[in-house]
């Protein structure tokens, strides 16, 4: 399997400010045909389901404020709030679909500093 | 709308068995493969496998291969979780959710269940 690891696990920051998090995995998941980064994140906030952000590594879902950015490639990945929002508070959880064995990374909780 | 809705909570005893299931609507049922996405609590998203509702082409995450059988009505589009025997540690929230591509085999998820509380207790 591919093992995906975040981090820092947890980050707190001021309203406004941005938020950096990582995520690496195990091995590259950029497809050569098609160059591609089979790489997701999702944001959970407590009591709902889970909401896609962002896909391809970089591709933002419909809807999803331009503040969320996703970049990198190969096997470092970041996802970025360029400046952060009350409502944003949530566990951000990278995700590879290279492998038909989908696998998420742990987690990072994002707080208000 | 595309919308899956999922049954409600669940309370059971280890040794039970149980079925749990996501209805789609709104989109092509047999066209997007769907996958369940265990939360224990305190933990992360673990993927247990996902299904093609089209032809019931289903994976499973190893480590839960042989511990749940994923399955699909096409006819009620319906996608359902089972377990034969249940233990204490499957107590979780079980999430169902579509992927994002027609016609793709398991990539990453558009839209998601609103989760089913399953607790295992003696």
Not at chain 1, 36 to 51: D, E, I, S, T
Not at chain 1, 67 to 73: E, M, Q
Not at chain 1, 91 to 109: A, D, E, N, R, W
């Amino acid at each position: 399997d591919i093992v995906m690891t975040q981090s820092p696990d947890s980050l707190a920051v001021s309203l406004g400010e941005r938020a950096t998090i990582n995520c690496k995995s195990s091995q590259s998941v950029l497809y050569s045909s098609n160059n591609k980064n089979y790489l997701a994140w999702y944001q959970h906030k407590a009591g709902q389901p889970p909401k896609l952000l962002i896909y391809w590594a970089s591709a933002r879902e419909s809807g999803v404020p331009d503040r969320f950015s996703g970049s990198g490639s190969g096997a470092d990945f970041t996802l970025t709030i360029s400046s952060l929002q009350a409502e944003d508070v949530a566990v951000y959880y990278c995700q590879q679909y290279y492998s038909t064995s989908l696998t998420f990374g742990g987690g990072t909780k994002v707080e208000i500093k | 709308e595309v919308q899956l809705v999922q049954s409600g909570a669940e309370v059971k005893k280890p040794g039970e068995s149980l079925k749990i299931s996501c209805k789609g609507s709104g989109y092509r049922f047999t066209s997007y493969w769907i996958g369940w996405v265990r939360q224990m609590p305190g933990k992360g998203l673990e993927w247990m496998g996902s299904i093609s509702p089209g032809d019931s082409d289903t994976r499973y995450n190893p480590s839960f291969q042989g511990q749940v059988t994923i399955s699909a009505d096409k006819s009620i589009t319906t996608a359902y979780l089972q377990w034969s025997s249940l233990k204490a540690s499957d107590t979780a929230m079980y999430y169902c959710a579509r992927i994002g591509l027609e016609a793709a085999g398991p990539l990453y998820f558009q839209h998601w269940g609103q989760g089913t509380l399953v607790t295992v207790s003696s």
